[in-house]
């Protein structure tokens, strides 16, 4: 029978002819809209006799997606509902859901000393006209820098010890190739790589240190900002929230090619810019349906790869081929 959908109007017959109209549900991307979808679910599923057999989701309306098709009937889809609720309402600060990688907590500590530094700098210059040394990327306000010394160094430290006590199984895991599945895909996400900088001097930085080089003795702060930037090509890791999301207490990508539900997780490949989709068996497909080599993934890193955005989140090596949020 048709269901009436929450405006009070009768919703559309997929497949006219078919005695069993299959629901679809596609859900968006973005942290609030996630937060929007998990109430407009529940009223869906309480209301409405929701209960989809076809599900399409990008960026954080994969987690959502993916939680629920794990299961083909409502009972079991409404729990996964209020489980993840449940763990959205625990989140209090941003850094459950984005922490930042050690070398952009150092970058932002030391900013303001560098951004004095420049400016120091701008005041000696003879001409009134010049054009200001310091670079926009470089421009603070000072406000990372509150309760350190001059130069952030106490600050640097100290958030860096806290986050990496929060850092879910990067602080248990020593070895991410040993691991396979969901464990993996955690790891992956969470790992921040210990930055070394007596001995690292690579010639392609040295134009870009050449202004700081002349104003400061700080040259392992300068090299660990940028060897770390370009080691995870991102400013965060996904942040404990993650490890709730992954615990196979909750979810068990193994249960959604099981369910019967078909799922489709959109993904960016950066190389191409082609837009791939990561079915519920974990293979890669185009916008047609047709298979993207021969491998087969565990979901958990399509869902990953759905929610990096550029930037802030490191892309997902899946075959050779980096991929990204998914819009």
């Given at each position: ?6 405006f009070?109007?009768?919703?559309l ?9 299959r629901q679809?549900?596609?859900l968006?991307?973005?942290g609030?809209?996630?937060?929007f979808?998990?109430?407009a679910?529940s009223?869906?599923?309480?209301r409405?006799?929701m ?11 994969s ?6 098709a794990?299961?083909?009937d ?5 729990q ?7 763990m ?9 859901m ?11 500590a ?13 005041k000696?210059q003879?001409?009134?006209?010049r ?7 470089l421009?603070g ?14 600050v ?6 806290s986050r990496?006590?929060?850092s879910?199984?990067a ?8 691991l396979?599945?969901q464990?993996a895909?955690?790891?992956?996400a969470?790992?921040?790589e210990t ?20 104003l400061?003795r700080?040259?392992?702060d ?6 770390g930037?370009?080691?995870?090509s991102s400013?965060?890791?996904?942040g404990?929230i993650?490890?709730?999301?992954l615990?196979r207490e909750?979810?068990?990508a ?11 997780i ?6 191409s ?11 890669l ?7 993207i080599?021969?491998?087969?993934f ?6 990953l790869?759905?929610?990096s955005?550029p930037g ?16």
């Amino acid at each position: 029978m048709d269901l009436s959908s929450w405006f009070g109007l009768h919703s559309l017959r997929l497949g006219r002819g078919s005695r069993t109209p299959r629901q679809g549900l596609v859900l968006a991307g973005g942290g609030a809209r996630a937060s929007f979808q998990i109430g407009a679910l529940s009223y869906l599923y309480d209301r409405c006799a929701m209960n989809p057999s076809v599900i399409s989701a990008t960026s954080a309306g994969s987690i959502v997606g993916s939680a629920l098709a794990q299961w083909p009937d409502v009972a079991h889809q409404r729990q996964a509902l209020r489980d993840l609720e449940t763990m959205w309402l625990a989140m209090q600060q941003p850094e459950d859901m984005f922490t930042p990688r050690a070398w952009y907590t150092r970058f932002e500590a030391m900013a303001p000393h560098w951004s004095k530094l420049f400016e120091k700098e701008q005041k000696k210059q003879s001409s009134p006209n010049r054009r200001s040394l310091l670079p926009r990327w470089l421009a603070g306000n000072g406000s990372h820098g509150a309760g350190s010394d001059e130069r952030g160094q106490d600050v640097t430290a100290d958030a860096t010890a806290s986050r990496a006590g929060t850092s879910g199984a990067a602080d248990i895991v020593e070895d991410e190739q040993e691991l396979t599945g969901q464990a993996a895909t955690l790891a992956l996400a969470t790992s921040d790589e210990t930055i070394k900088t007596a001995s690292w001097t690579p010639t392609a930085t040295v134009q870009a240190l050449s202004i700081l080089s002349r104003l400061t003795r700080d040259g392992s702060d300068i090299a660990g900002v940028l060897r770390g930037a370009d080691q995870t090509s991102s400013t965060h890791r996904a942040g404990p929230i993650l490890a709730k999301l992954l615990d196979r207490e909750f979810f068990r990508a193994e249960m959604v090619s099981s369910s019967g539900i078909k799922l489709r997780i959109a993904t960016v490949a950066l190389e191409s810019g082609q837009l791939r989709y990561m079915t519920e068996q974990g293979i890669l497909v185009d916008r047609n349906d047709d298979p993207i080599g021969s491998s087969t993934f565990d979901l958990s890193k399509g869902v990953l790869a759905s929610c990096s955005i550029p930037g802030v989140f490191r892309p997902v090596d899946l075959d050779g081929e980096h991929y990204v949020d998914g819009g």
